[in-house]
């Protein structure tokens, strides 16, 4: 059965990167389209990007985020990455990964079950 797990999540200020990475087990990710999302203390969950399976040829990203994220995936690895660059405070928040339909405008919706997360927090 696929499990995914989520890491690379910290504490970074204003301005900052990190890396985000969602390491698959029990199956391979391969044929499967993949999305990152995250949740503030007090909001609802929100997409942040999705990549297509395969080669992940296409992608597509929250507008919030566009020009600053940029998802990618490494099948051999069986991982999907969610590199995060000028981080601001409202990007803090949990971020969880998860296998999605994704549609041709880019955007996605999640179906298999939520993992722990890994929470991001941006601040000075």
């Known amino acids: 059965q696929l499990q995914l797990a989520e890491f690379g999540g910290g504490s970074v200020q204003p301005g900052g990167s990190l890396t985000l990475s969602c390491a698959a087990s029990?199956?391979?990710?391969?044929?499967?389209?993949m999305g990152w999302f995250r949740q503030a203390p007090g909001k609802e969950r929100e997409g942040v990007s999705c990549?297509?399976?395969?080669?992940?040829?296409?992608?597509g990203y929250g507008d919030s985020v566009k020009g600053r994220f940029t998802t990618s995936r490494d099948n051999a690895k069986n991982t999907v990455y969610l590199q995060m660059n000028s981080l601001k405070p409202e990007d803090s928040g949990v971020y969880y990964c998860?296998?999605?339909?994704?549609?041709?405008?880019?955007?996605?919706?999640?179906?298999?079950?939520w993992g722990q997360g890994t929470e991001v927090t941006v601040s000075s």
């Open positions: 998860a296998l999605v339909t994704m549609r041709v405008e880019g955007t996605c919706t999640p179906y298999s079950d």
């Open positions: 990549i297509s399976s395969g080669r992940g040829d296409s992608t």
């Open positions: 029990g199956e391979s990710l391969d044929y499967y389209a």
